[in-house]
């Protein structure tokens, strides 16, 4: 995400990050090839795929398959845990694989509140019991205009915003970020108004693909990815997937949200994937697939239009982007 002023920040500096990447990792595999050949000629055991690549994350045994997930070549495990927007422990990509090792998920709880019949402050643990877990593969489109595939671990939103019992004032429900200085050391600089806050409409959070990931590739979700509770939401913009949770708010009214609070005009409270919605300052026509060369089409919705369109049928989507 860019906060530099309008007139100091080029498109063409959005990609540059993604092309870098992509270099770095040709230069990477190129290396490896060889390695890797000599390895498997060796007999050496280190010689997998970055799947294996995981070493300190309690693995997640039986997940469901889920019926939501689609059948497009996974992003890199490599890629997904070192290129992050994680403003908490840095404003660059790199920053929050770096910075976010020290950081301990644990003990973790969740306050429930606003508008429901069951509020109240969940241990992380409780929180997650009556939810069985499933991998579901969904697409993560940022609004830099870089997207990824990614094998996430969890259950669906609703499901859990249900048991709080939501009455009938709560027509969104909103979501915060963990705000500890000493922990999330970005948030000593006033990049942000922290914590960090999302928010949704009911219907679209009660939306069966809204979901809530503890985990990502099979094992628990890496600190930088949002550890240890995140929302995603696959036919928005990367920004409205808010990591590290701590509170959930149904609210009556529309909920403040970090990019819309900071730059209305550029993030909108919806803010759903739409490649005929131009960012003001880049197309969002399309976007580089983090591990390929070449630029793809942005599909409307993400290309879940088919589940989630009804939910916005009768609004203008540029005037409500
Ligand atoms: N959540 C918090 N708390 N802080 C952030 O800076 N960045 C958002 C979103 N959730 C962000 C956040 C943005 S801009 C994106 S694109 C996604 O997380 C990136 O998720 P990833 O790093 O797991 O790919």
């Known amino acids: 995400m860019l906060i530099k002023r309008p007139e100091a920040i080029k ?54 398959k889920s019926p939501f997930s689609i059948d497009e070549k996974l992003t890199e495990y490599e890629d997904a845990t070192s290129y992050n927007n994680f403003y908490e422990f840095g404003t660059g990509k790199s920053d929050p694989k770096e910075n976010a090792q020290s950081f301990v998920p644990r003990p973790w709880s969740v306050v429930v509140d606003g508008a429901c019949e069951k509020p109240g402050s969940y241990d992380l643990e409780d929180f997650l019991r009556p939810h069985p877990l499933e991998e579901r593969i969904y697409r ?134 739409n490649p005929n919605v131009d960012h003001l300052r880049w197309s969002q026509k399309k976007e580089r697939r983090i591990g390929n060369w070449l630029k793809q089409e942005t599909l409307m919705f993400n290309g879940y239009a088919e589940q989630v369109a009804s939910l916005y049928s009768g609004m203008d989507l540029k005037q409500y982007f």
Not at 13 to 35: C, H, K, P
Not at 144 to 156: L, Q, T
Not at 238 to 262: D, L
Request: hydrophobic content about 40%; charged content about 20%; some cysteine.
């Open 140 to 273: 993560l489109r940022c609004v830099e205009a870089w997207s990824m595939v990614i094998p996430w671990v969890g259950f669906s939103l609703g499901d859990a915003l249900k048991r709080f019992q939501p009455t009938s004032r709560a027509k969104y429900v909103a979501f915060y970020t963990l705000h500890d200085p000493e922990r999330m050391p970005g948030q000593k600089r006033q990049v942000l108004k922290w914590p960090y806050r999302e928010g949704l409409r009911m219907d679209e959070a009660m939306h069966p693909l809204a979901m809530l990931a503890v985990g990502m590739y099979g094992a628990e979700l890496p600190n930088q990815n949002g550890a240890p509770l995140r929302l995603v939401v696959p036919w928005k913009y990367g920004f409205k997937s808010i990591k590290s949770i701590v509170r959930i708010s149904f609210t009556e009214e529309q909920p403040v949200c970090t990019w819309n609070q900071v730059q209305p005009n550029e993030y909108g409270f919806y803010s759903n994937v």
């Open 11 to 64: 498109p063409s500096e959005i990609t540059d990050q993604a092309t870098y990447l992509e270099r770095r990792r040709f230069i990477r595999d190129s290396g490896l090839l060889g390695v890797g050949v000599a390895a498997t000629l060796a007999g050496l055991p280190w010689a997998k795929n970055s799947w294996a690549e995981a070493p300190d994350r309690r693995p997640f045994p039986e997940l469901r």
